[in-house]
């Protein structure tokens, strides 16, 4: 059993210094207590008490070429010569805009913000100056991020969520503003019929749809088939924008994110995490004629630490490596990820477990569960909560880092070799679950 003693130490420590000993409560979902790492390299990190984990998470998924990527970190250091921060344009921003403009299928023009609740915040400003309307369509089990305007109804207790056809907007913390609600509509995802009913009801008022495009937050869930294509009809025949928050997929399920995989083209959409290499970066991208009205109407966006020279510098350098060889890496990462899942659902087997593997080798989930596989948020809900929590500890205690609701990410240091260590740890910790 590996030993958490100076982490249990330095987090006693670190609560008398700091607010809950952490700086994102999402950091609070880790066992025995939010762990210290002292350094990541490739598909490693390695914490205070001298314990290897193979890491799941990435930081939450910015990791997708491991951790400390050689050709980034060379970049960035290059970039320090000449300064941090200039709060004004430079080369290296443009030559991103141009970049990202030539991948993104929707991106017409694009603009930077620094973390993703912040783009889509901006996102959302953008859709209500366009339309000149209020409300916005969210989704149950969808994160955007921890405003006050996108904190509602990311993992609802279904006693508080009202029925499926007609969910409640569930506020998910305390000191939100209440007002925030009003103009928030929330939905159940993967139901064309409820959106159509809601556009029958409110389209007037609707602003825009934001939707993650698969649902990666409430259980790794991919939209059923046409679903995606017919909520964006209806957003354009309703005149509301349709809002892709690409802040997981982009540059994860492929160079142009899952618009690109699934032959889409939002309105507006949002990317972060894995387009800087594990810098902080976000941006909103869109119709040109939709981002045009940030100069035409100055509509306001701003930010002291957007296009700062080391996120540009490392998102040039981890799009140079994502798209050599005609996008080598995502067909190693799209061969390694199916390795993995193929080997935990055999293993699954193996142990008769109810594993249910689901997703894209990119990034996965395993859920408890012996009903079919989830459609939506109340059916991830559904799974075996407490299985998937066990089921990451014992893997934890096998030296392997997942999140607690058992979601996988993975990086291009993610090798055959590392997938066939993690196998033989799966097979391990699943048997722990039977002890
Ligand atoms: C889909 C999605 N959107 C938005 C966000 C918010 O991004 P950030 O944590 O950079 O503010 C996240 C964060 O996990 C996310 O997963």
Request: proline share 5%.
């Amino acid at each position: 059993m590996p030993s958490y003693d100076r982490s249990v130490a330095l987090w006693e420590e670190a609560k008398r210094h700091l607010a809950g000993g952490v700086s994102s409560n999402v950091r609070y979902a880790s066992a025995p207590v939010p762990l210290f790492f002292a350094r990541g390299e490739g598909a490693r990190l390695y914490d205070v008490d001298g314990n290897v984990h193979i890491d799941y998470i990435l930081g939450n998924g910015p990791a997708i070429l491991g951790h400390a990527p050689p050709a980034v970190l060379k970049a960035v250091a290059e970039s320090l010569a000449d300064g941090q921060v200039f709060a004004a344009q430079h080369e290296r921003e443009l030559a991103l805009a141009q970049a990202l403009t030539r991948l993104i299928p929707g991106a017409e023009l694009v603009r930077f913000a620094t973390s993703g609740t912040e783009a889509v915040h901006m996102a959302f400003r953008i859709a209500r100056a366009f339309t000149g309307r209020r409300k916005i369509v969210k989704f149950e089990g969808h994160y955007h991020g921890w405003t006050d305007q996108t904190y509602i109804s990311v993992r609802p207790s279904l006693n508080e969520a009202g029925p499926a056809s007609e969910p409640v907007a569930v506020p998910e913390s305390p000191g939100m503003a209440p007002g925030a609600l009003d103009d928030v509509l929330v939905l159940g995802w993967n139901d064309l019929a409820a959106v159509e009913a809601l556009f029958a009801r409110h389209g007037g008022d609707i602003a825009g749809v934001i939707m993650e495009p698969v649902m990666v937050n409430g259980g790794v869930i991919a939209p059923a088939a046409g679903y995606i294509e017919g909520v964006q009809r209806l957003c354009t025949a309703h005149g509301a924008l349709f809002i892709c928050d690409e802040v997981i997929t982009g540059f994860r399920l492929g160079l142009g994110g899952a618009q690109g995989r699934f032959g889409l083209k939002p309105d507006l959409s949002i990317f972060a995490k894995a387009v800087a290499g594990g810098f902080p970066l976000a941006l909103v991208a869109g119709r040109r004629d939709v981002m045009e009205i940030l100069l035409t109407r100055n509509v306001m966006h701003g930010g002291t630490y957007n296009g700062n020279v080391q996120s540009m510098a490392a998102a040039l350098a981890a799009l140079a490596l994502l798209e050599h060889d005609g996008g080598a890496a995502y067909r190693d990462m799209e061969r390694c990820g199916t390795r993995l899942m193929q080997g935990l659902a055999e293993l699954g087997r193996k142990h008769r477990l109810p594993i249910l593997v689901q997703g894209f080798p990119a990034i996965f989930q395993t859920f408890f569960t012996t009903a079919a596989a989830p459609r939506h948020y109340r059916e991830s809900a559904a799974c075996d909560r407490d299985m998937a929590a066990a089921f990451s500890r014992a893997l934890q205690e096998e030296g392997i880092r997942v999140n607690q609701r058992s979601a996988w990410f993975l990086s291009t240091a993610h090798d055959t070799a590392v997938i066939d260590e993690t196998l033989s740890a799966a097979d391990r910790a699943m048997a722990r679950l039977h002890s």
